[in-house]
């Protein structure tokens, strides 16, 4: 028995020995090809590399198609300032990609008729610190997925600053696409991807989905376009929060359909504000529904705050839209929305309904709030800046309905703004005591600090 395990010890042993080796040659024939030293072009250097190498690029301007069919990582020396590729073929992307896991970094990618930089059906690629202009598209991924694109400014004349077709589980982080013809990013038929920390600016669209689902679009600045910050065209199931989208010549952000649906979509924490026409619309003929609208501020718009048009059983809540030519607009037949809890102030109009009727302005169940110090349990409507009705019993909710138009009706109106029914959703307010009371110059003080809305009465930070 002894002697066995002994064999069998020494086989695992001696696969194990094998296996490090074969780990070791792998290394140790990864090479490192510098251009133009080892090779005048980018391409001799990529035709002639392994799988594995790391192509480094010197300063310099080079002309020329590159095509990447294994996994190499192709980066400059010093930046992108400093490494210029241009199209030697203009009828051909400047670099085209067809291989798993290559990373390309730090180039001026320009004057291609098609992209500056094109994934074709591969993923777990990195594109990350290039500038692509004066291309069609400055980056397009096409049937790809697990892709990091980051870092990269796709501006200035191209048709399309970034594209997406047919893609799926990309990341596109903190880069620029502004100042293009098109849209500065696209997705088309392209879902689950998330798009966070971008600015997208001057395009005819910062953003545009068509026919894309379940992507997440947050923390983007999408203002000063020609047309909407953000569009999205029969497009379902996506969250779009904490995006800036003011001043465009459109609307901030547009749920639009043309063939499909714009449904169960989350519209959440965005500022849509001084926008040419609404902050946040839906405008659809099959449906624009189930969408739940929460925590915007729609402010200063020359159209509508909030624009519903033909959009039935959307969730409207915890919204701020004050200083619009029209508050909320309900029109062309939208019909069993739920709008509660939201702040319409000194709209020119605070409320327009048009052709829609079994609209309720009330919340669905009755709500705990907190007013002045003391706990209720009641319905919920909205807060208006013109309501004029009275409370008699303190309770925060008017004695009588605010009339909204054409016979619809808030039975619940709030006497003050929705936030000051909720004191928990506030940040702590804290008030200090310090000694000495007369400090000298650099002197050390000591603080002791309370708040009226920090439980166990203990301050974590200052600011």
């Not at 500038?131 to 990269?152: E, P, R, V």
């Not at 309720?360 to 209720?376: A, D, V």
Request: glycine share 6%.
């Amino acid at each position: 028995m002894r002697g066995k395990n002994t064999k069998f010890l020494l086989s695992c042993t001696a696969f194990l020995f094998l296996c490090m080796l074969a780990c070791a040659v792998c290394v140790a024939s990864a090479r490192t090809i510098f251009v133009p030293d080892d090779y005048a072009k980018i391409q001799w250097a990529v035709s002639n590399a392994s799988t594995g190498d790391t192509i480094i690029v010197r300063d310099g301007i080079y002309v020329e198609n590159i095509d990447i069919n294994k996994r190499l990582t192709i980066k400059s020396e010093n930046g992108s300032a400093y490494c210029i590729v241009r199209a030697a073929n203009k009828s051909d992307h400047v670099f085209d990609i067809t291989a798993y896991y290559v990373a390309i970094s730090g180039f001026t990618v320009k004057d291609s008729n098609h992209a500056g930089i094109y994934l074709n059906e591969t993923d777990y690629c990195d594109i990350i610190n290039n500038y692509c202009s004066d291309n069609y598209y400055g980056i397009y991924l096409k049937g790809s997925k697990d892709n990091k694109i980051t870092n990269n400014t796709c501006s200035y004349n191209n048709y399309a600053g970034f594209y997406l077709n047919y893609s799926e589980h990309n990341q596109i982080t903190n880069s620029a696409y502004s100042y293009n013809d098109w849209h500065g990013l696209y997705l088309y038929k392209s879902s689950n991807n998330i798009i966070t920390n971008n600015i997208c600016k001057n395009n005819r669209d910062g953003i545009r989905l068509y026919d894309s689902n379940s992507n997440i679009i947050a923390n983007n600045i999408c203002s000063y376009n020609y047309w909407r910050g953000i569009w999205l065209y029969d497009s379902e199931y996506n969250k779009i929060t904490n995006n800036n989208c003011s001043y465009n010549d459109g609307d901030g952000i547009g749920l639009y359909d043309f063939y499909g649906f714009s449904n169960y979509n989350k519209i959440t924490n965005n500022t849509c504000s001084y926008n040419g026409d609404d902050g946040i619309s839906i405008v659809c003929n099959y449906g624009g529904d189930y969408n739940k609208i929460t925590n915007n501020t729609c402010s200063y718009n020359y159209g509508k705050g909030i624009r519903l048009w033909k959009a039935s059983s959307n969730q409207i809540t915890n919204n701020n839209c004050s200083y619009n030519a029209i508050g909320i607009h309900l029109e062309y037949y939208s019909c069993d929305n739920r709008i509660y809890l939201n702040n319409f102030i000194d709209n020119a109009n605070n409320a327009y309904i048009s052709k829609s009727k079994g609209n309720h302005w009330k919340s669905p169940i009755k709500i705990t709030y907190t007013y002045k110090g003391k706990i209720y349990a009641n319905y919920t409507g909205n807060y208006w800046s013109d309501y004029t009705g009275n409370d008699t019993n303190n309770d925060g909710i008017g004695d009588k309905s605010y009339y909204i138009y054409s016979g619809n009706y808030d039975y619940y109106p709030l006497m003050e703004p929705w936030e000051n029914y909720f004191p928990e959703n506030k940040p702590p307010i804290a008030s200090f005591t310090y000694t000495p009371e007369n400090p000298l110059v650099n002197e050390t003080i000591t603080f002791d600090a309370s708040s009226s809305y920090d439980p166990d009465g203990t301050i974590i930070s200052y600011e």
